[in-house]
């Protein structure tokens, strides 16, 4: 999939056109809302993950967290660790938002 981020490129007769950027489709949340990373940047989100994966053992759960915070958080799919943003909390159950992928569950505090 070819997406632009409205960038102009320049064609050789002067007609501006948009810039056209390879991404992958991580997750539709509907119609209008689409999260995708672009591929200049799978190395870094590589990186991260696996930065993340090491720290998994050594990291303790956090005791105070309120909406906005940015979190380290386990997706229950896979249980691994993740970039995430508490969105919510309702009964000392925080809604994580996943930022580098869209994906979003609900996890207690």
Known sequence: IEVSDGEEAQTEDNHTNKAALPVTVNHVENVS???????TMYSALDRLVDQLAEMKGQLTPLTNVGVGDMVA??????????????????NQVATVLFIDFGESEQQAV
């Open 33 to 39: 809302t689409v999260w995708i990373t672009r591929a």
């Open 73 to 90: 958080a386990m997706f229950t799919e896979d249980e691994e660790l993740y970039r995430g943003k508490v969105i919510s909390i309702v």
